[in-house]
Structures are given as C-alpha cells and as structure tokens.
C-alpha cells in the first residue's frame, strides 16, 4: 500500500549533529501522518504546484508497487521527501530515481526504510508521537503564528518540515528529540527569507 501524505519539506545541504539524549538530528537546510503547527506560509501557486508534484510522483510509484511497498510522498517548494518501506535497496533507489524525473523537483531526501511495512501498531505510535510533539511545540512556541513547521513520523523518526527562523527551528528540533519514544529527528526547515515571491 502506498500512501501519500503530500507533507511539506525545505531545505538546502545536507548536515549531521547529535542533540540531548543521544538522539540523532539530521539537519537539511540553510537553515507519514503530519500536522502543522502555525500556518503554511508558502504562496498558494507554490502549494498547487507542490500538490500536484506530490500526486504524480506518488501515482508513479504506486503504478511501479502497487501493494509490495508503503511510501509517503512529502513535498514543500520543490523538495520531496519520501519516507515508509519499500522492498529492498533497488526499489530504494528506483523511488529517488522516480521522484528526480519531474521537473519541479528541486532536491530529494530519500529516507526509505529496507524491509517490511510498518505494523498497524508501528503506524498507532507514530501518529501518537506526532501528537506529542505537536503538543510540546505548541506549549513552548509563545506565539503558535510565528512557526511554519508540520510535525511527520515514520518508525519513531520525527520530521520537522517547513519554514521558520533558525533558533525557534533548532528549539523544536530539542523539543521533539525530548518526546518520549522519539528515536532520531530529521528537521527539514528553511529559513523565512528563503520564501519564494
């Protein structure tokens, strides 16, 4: 089963660091089931456009498994993001290549996970962290209005993607890394400035 979350992601060069608790936190930027905290500050032309970049690469690849692999389809000006499980290292690459094709791709970050699909149970945790670190974003964000981040996971790996300054970025990332049964944090976040006109 392949599903599409047409999720948004930014971001530039591709950076690791560790956070607190041992948690790894993989930056990519000048600076599954998601939920945005604040609002999508992209242009309504760049969210149609991300949109249907989304559906066809996510009708590519469901035309290329069908029910062999579970993908999500995450897009934010241009970048993809494909994360869940696919068969084996092939069909890793075969879905980078796929997503590459389209013209209005402008990065790829292929985090596809080799093996079998994610367990109902897996998928129940993953939307139940997602709501936890929705929470403790929204807590300490002073002003919810100011963040331009949805909150993804997938197999206990959170996704921050989106658009915000650099400190309230690497505050949320500290924060997700905190949650309780979060095992790596992928921020994704490109600064304001970076917004296209």
Wanted: charged share 15%; glycine share 6%; net charge positive.
């Amino acid at each position: 089963m392949l599903r599409t979350g047409l999720k948004q992601l930014a971001g530039a060069a591709l950076l690791a660091a560790s956070l607190s608790a041992c948690v790894p936190l993989v930056v990519v930027g000048g600076a599954a089931v998601g939920a945005w905290i604040g609002s999508d500050p992209r242009p309504a032309a760049m969210i149609k456009t991300d949109t249907k970049l989304g559906a066809e690469i996510h009708a590519k690849l469901t035309d290329e498994w069908r029910d062999k692999a579970n993908v999500s389809v995450n897009t934010f000006n241009g970048l993809v993001l494909l994360t869940g499980e696919v068969p084996d290292e092939a069909a890793k690459a075969r879905a980078e290549e796929i997503a590459r094709s389209f013209a209005q791709t402008t990065r790829v970050y292929n985090d596809l996970f080799v093996g079998p699909v994610a367990s109902a149970v897996q998928q129940l945790n993953d939307t139940q962290i997602t709501t936890l670190v929705k929470s403790h974003l929204l807590a300490s964000a002073g002003d919810p209005s100011s963040v331009h981040i949805q909150v993804i996971t997938e197999r206990t790996t959170v996704y921050l993607l989106g658009m915000s300054n650099p400190a309230l970025a690497d505050k949320a990332a500290n924060l997700a890394a905190s949650v309780p049964g979060v095992s790596r944090v992928v921020k994704l976040v490109q600064p304001l400035a970076a917004l296209p006109k």
